[in-house]
């Protein structure tokens, strides 16, 4: 058989098998977050609102809504809620008067501590791979973000691809990259999906960035 012929092997296409995969890693982690959740008598929304107070300190719900990519109406009906239960209280915000941020209360801290752990199982997987292996599987991931990003099908993260600080592809050898917030080169491996210190990047930036890294990353 010549090289051009194709096989049946190449049927489904690679990238309907690529996508096929990641639909049963999403299926996976549903299923690891519905049955975490309701094991606690949460539902996953709320498990998922424990864990980002847990990760990041105290939020405002607006900034909930906007890092899961939930809408507002659904954060709010959950953290009632949550601070029903005594999990989540809400608290002045100084930065804006009118503002109000959400905090873990105590109980919610211990249970958080558990939700945190709710995709563990996701990094143990990830850790049979090889290093070169984990580094390709993050620039794939950030490619494949960032377009999902720009046909507004999940919400804008904080990764490196938008931000200011991003210089891709400025050096030579393994740490073609650049972040210049903490003036050091980076590689593949260093790629951030949600920094907390990125800075979004204005339009013209982001998109001669992204010209720049994913033409030749
Ligand atoms: S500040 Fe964070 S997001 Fe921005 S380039 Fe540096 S590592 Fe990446």
Redesign the pocket.
Known sequence: MSQDARSPLDSPPLDRRIATGLHKLGLALKHQTWSQASAHGLSPTQGQILALLAAEGALRASEVAERLGIGLPTISEAVTTLADKGLVRRTPDRRHPRARLLRLTAAGTRLSGQARAWPEFLTQAVGTLTDAEQATLLTALVKMIRTLQEQGQIPIS???A??????PHVHDGDRP??????DAP?GAP???LD?????PAPADQQRTAWARFANTA
């Open positions: 904080r990764m490196c938008t931000c200011t600080h991003f210089r990259h650049h972040c210049a917030f903490v980076m260093h790629l951030r920094c907390d210190d990125h800075e």
